[in-house]
């Protein structure tokens, strides 16, 4: 009896701390991100990562390698998909050649304001979920890129200033803006802007005034040329199979974290943009609005790249497009 009993006493213990152990388990997940930690949407990262271990109580915890350190950006959407990482952040324009979709945002002044981007989003996320459904990852949260500009060594006064200069540029569509404008327009990584710089394979950028600083641009340029005009888009995606294998009270944690980290990017994008343009000239850049006639042509080409889209795009996208139309 006295053998039974304490076999009885030890399975009651170990079972005892089989539950305290699984009551205290915690699951660890890394992310991806491809910016630097001074980059407002990295920061906002770290916000929505707090958000996600405080609102579990530790239970989910994710381990961020920013900057491109854990990989290059354009590898960390195949990766968060394999579950090399379960957990990553995009930017969206870099596959508009799959689906035309990723590519509305970054047409001239389809969104030109932080609210009209904002509307699109909205219209966009239907499609998007679906899309991103289909090649196993779910989009938790969006960041708004600020309005962008040209770096150049010289100043900006009209069109002709652009002719024959070797642009980087980072999506098709932006590529066929510059293109029209009069560059000679190349698609680079980011991470290459300052090798391109040093080497002549480019003497201008059109991007915002954060990759700017990310990139200390004020090395290779002299002029920043605010247009505005485009306001596209990075996402917080998630490998599907491993969300939905959390427990259901994490997998709402983590959606509630990132539906706060797409409304604090959006305030953050705004609230840092007039400060970034303080950043670069405080670094000796002189800053200045486009001409009214680059505007008009950015608009103009705008409208002919939407003609071109909407000539490719499926029924369906365009009713994404006719949905955030009818909203302005």
Avoid: C
Avoid at 186 to 206: K, M
Avoid at 208 to 214: N, Y
Wanted: charged share 20%; glycine share 8%.
């Amino acid at each position: 009896m006295n053998v039974l009993l304490k076999a009885r006493t030890l399975l009651a213990a170990t079972a005892l701390a089989a539950g305290a152990s699984a009551a205290t388990a915690e699951t660890t997940w890394t992310m991806a991100s491809g910016y630097a930690d001074s980059n407002f949407m990295t920061q906002n990262i770290q916000k929505f990562i707090e958000e996600v271990e405080a609102s579990t109580e530790g239970e989910l915890k994710i381990t961020l390698h920013s900057n491109g350190t854990l990989m290059k950006l354009d590898a960390i959407r195949r990766a968060v998909q394999t579950e090399q990482v379960q957990i990553g952040e995009i930017r969206l324009g870099s596959y508009s050649n799959e689906d035309p979709m990723y590519n509305l945002a970054g047409l001239p002044f389809v969104a030109g304001d932080y609210d009209s981007a904002w509307a699109l989003m909205q219209a966009q996320k239907p499609y998007f979920d679906e899309l991103f459904d289909g090649i196993g990852l779910k989009v938790l949260a969006y960041q708004p890129w600020p309005g962008q500009g040209f770096y150049t060594k010289e100043p900006v006064n009209g069109l002709a200033d652009f002719e024959g200069q070797k642009l980087r540029i980072y999506s098709k569509a932006t590529q066929d803006m510059g293109n029209a404008l009069g560059f000679e327009a190349t698609i680079l990584p980011f991470a290459e802007i300052p090798q391109a710089f040093a080497t002549g394979l480019i003497d201008a950028l059109f991007t915002s005034p954060q990759t700017g600083i990310d990139i200390q641009a004020w090395d290779n340029t002299n002029y920043f040329t605010a247009a505005g005009a485009i306001h596209t888009k990075n996402a917080i995606v998630v490998n599907k199979d491993v969300f939905e294998a959390l427990p259901e009270e994490l997998q709402a944690a983590l959606v509630a974290a990132g539906e706060a980290a797409t409304a604090s990017g959006w305030e953050m994008s705004k609230a840092t943009y007039a400060a970034q343009l303080d950043i670069l000239a405080e670094n000796g850049m002189t800053v200045t609005e486009a001409s009214p006639e680059i505007i008009a042509k950015l608009k103009e080409i705008g409208q002919s790249m939407m003609s071109e889209w909407e000539a490719t795009a499926s029924p369906e996208a365009k009713a994404v497009l006719e949905t955030y139309q009818s909203g302005l």
